[in-house]
């Protein structure tokens, strides 16, 4: 490789935002019609917009993903007891315990990272009521495996689908898939709207459902029929994501070609492992996580450190486990003999810079240091 310069300091990702100026004209539309919240009309576009984009029937927006997760879980009625993964944020297992559901954690698949199919029934007792998956990295969960044991077992199925913005398996949207499917649009994520989520239904009432749940549970202004809270999305935050819609093709194009360049560079480095990409995968390369195996000359945490002390801010996403924090410990299926793959995977991954701004010559530099070519 070519001598390269230190590069500033580079943070494992970047909110993708575009010029400010090409934001001002919807902001003037918001103080001219002074509609700040409640379902206005930039909601309504946004929502109908990403509906034709990912190839959705129906789309809830919200102020972010927790929120949506949380109401995902109360728009089923699901209580008793939720199997899913500890290889993911913590918000996951959080919607959970907010709605007074016990987690359930069954161990991950060792080439997905995503909750093992196979493991699933050995968890299911009397008090499961669902399956709630995540799409680790934006890479889809066995989705079939999953539907016929929920169909079995009269389970319900909600995916975390943080990761997997506009992700596509021949052709089809991972989000189609479960009775629903929940989005984040945080400033870390591919697609956008500063903070914010989204939920995916299947069927029109179920979205009429989740529309009442995010607003108090009104119908009208002297109807309530649920327990709602306040989970809107703002007017402000809805056009910055129509705006963001119009540049994330060309952003997904730029993060493609950033996961080729790392995975061209290291491809010859002897302990580095990379996650493979499926076949018939429209990814959207969300993350690039690798994995330090014991032959590779530094541990994880001192790779970790080394990239920190050349300003280069990677994530060891996800570390610790979520059943390593005192809320979920203390749970039977927490012990660390349940969980040997998510416990091994835990402990060698380091997601690298990912975003479309990262220039080809700082992967390299990141390359560099990776594999050695630099102190």
Sequence with gaps: MNCLTKPPQIYVTQPLLPPLAEFMPYLEQIWSNKILTNCGPFHKQLEQALCDYLGVKHISLFANGTLALITALQALRIGGEVITTPYSFVATAHSLLWNGIKPVFVDIDPVTLNLDPAKIEAAITPQTTAIM??????????????????????????YDAAHAFGVKTNGNSTLNHGDLSVLSFHATKVFNTFEGGAIVSQDAKTKQRVDHLKNFGFVDEVTVVAPGI????????????????????????????????????????????????????????????????????????NLYNKLKNHDIYARRYFYP???????????????????????????????????????????????????????
Excluded: W
């Design 133 to 158: 998956p995540v799409h680790c990295y934006g890479n889809p969960c066995d989705v079939e495996r999953i539907q016929n044991i929920a169909d079995v077992y009269g389970l319900k199925v909600v």
């Design 230 to 301: 306040n989970g809107k999305m703002s007017e402000i935050n809805a056009a910055f994501g129509m705006l963001q819609l119009k540049g994330i093709d060309q952003a997904l194009q730029q993060r493609q070609a950033i996961d080729r360049r790392y995975r061209a560079g290291l491809a010859g480095v002897e302990g580095i492992g990379c996650l493979p990409l499926a076949e018939n995968l429209q990814s959207n390369h969300a993350y690039f996580p690798i994995f330090v195996q014991n032959h590779f000359p530094l541990s994880r945490d």
């Design 321 to 375: 486990l979520i059943t390593d924090f005192p809320m979920y410990r203390g749970l039977p299926s927490a012990a660390h003999e349940n969980l040997p793959v998510a416990r091994e995977v835990s402990g060698q991954v380091i997601c690298l810079p990912i975003y479309p701004a990262l220039m080809p010559e700082q992967v390299d530099f990141i390359v560099e240091l990776i594999a050695g070519e630099r102190g």
